[in-house]
């Protein structure tokens, strides 16, 4: 059974600092996603990464996928309030292309001034 | 316009009365699926399709019913609603190998 674990799930911290959201997990994928969510929204999709070593980057916001650790990260850099909101990560299990996606519980960021 | 749609967005209803959330996409993705989303659960799959007439249960399909006669819509039926079943629900859909998109969600109470 694919287990996600994000950590943590609950974050504060001020603008202007960077930090780093970690996502476990715990059988081989072939892919894990980023979203976001902010409050009564639906989920916006951040990222894809497909590969091991992927790297990919929008704005402050940057993802990696480190398969044989079964590790992914979404690391904010200079953080600004408007990043405040929920961040899922997701995996696809390699059970097939119909595969739903089993979610992390979701790390709650809180950016403040 | 062209994306992902749910009705209704709030639903109130009380235990033992069938519901039925509707999910309407545009895009003709082949895959579709139901979520549910609970505070300290984050999202739990229910139900997927691959196609018309193609599904198969997720995570947490008891006291769920989906059907998909066509490709663009993909209806979740609650059979005798619970007050466990009070929740938001998400529906998504995809093509192959790419990442899902979400419709707005339903609210869903069950009194």
């Known amino acids: 059974e694919l287990k996600v674990e994000q950590n943590p799930l609950f974050l504060s911290m001020q603008e202007g600092k960077n930090y780093t959201i970690y996502c476990n997990y715990s059988?081989?994928?072939?892919?894990l996603y980023w979203y976001r969510q902010d409050p009564g929204k639906s989920l916006e999709s951040l990222f894809v990464?497909?590969?091991?070593?992927a790297v990919k980057q929008e704005g402050r916001l940057m993802a990696s996928l480190d398969t044989k650790a079964r590790l992914s990260t979404l690391h904010i850099t200079a953080a600004v309030h408007d990043l405040s909101a929920t961040y899922f990560c997701a995996v696809k299990g390699t059970g097939g292309g119909a595969d739903g996606l089993t979610f992390g519980k979701g790390t709650h960021l809180i950016i403040q001034p | 316009d062209a994306g992902i749609t749910q009705s209704p967005r709030y639903k109130i209803t009380e235990t033992g009365r069938q519901v039925t959330l509707m999910c309407h996409q545009t895009?003709?993705?082949?895959?579709m699926f139901w979520y549910r989303q609970d505070l300290g659960h984050g999202l739990r799959l229910i139900y997927y399709?691959?196609?018309?007439?193609?599904?198969d249960k997720g995570e947490v399909p008891d006291g769920y019913v989906v059907s998909r006669s066509k490709t663009e819509n993909f209806p979740l039926t609650l059979e005798s609603a619970t007050r466990s079943q009070t929740s938001v629900y998400f529906c998504?859909?995809?093509?192959?190998?790419?990442?899902?998109?979400f419709g707005p969600g339903t609210r869903l109470t069950v009194l």
């Open positions: 998504a859909s995809t093509r192959v190998h790419n990442e899902q998109f």
């Open positions: 990464l497909l590969s091991n070593g």
């Open positions: 895009w003709s993705h082949s895959y």
């Open positions: 059988t081989t994928s072939d892919r």
């Open positions: 399709s691959a196609a018309a007439d193609i599904t």
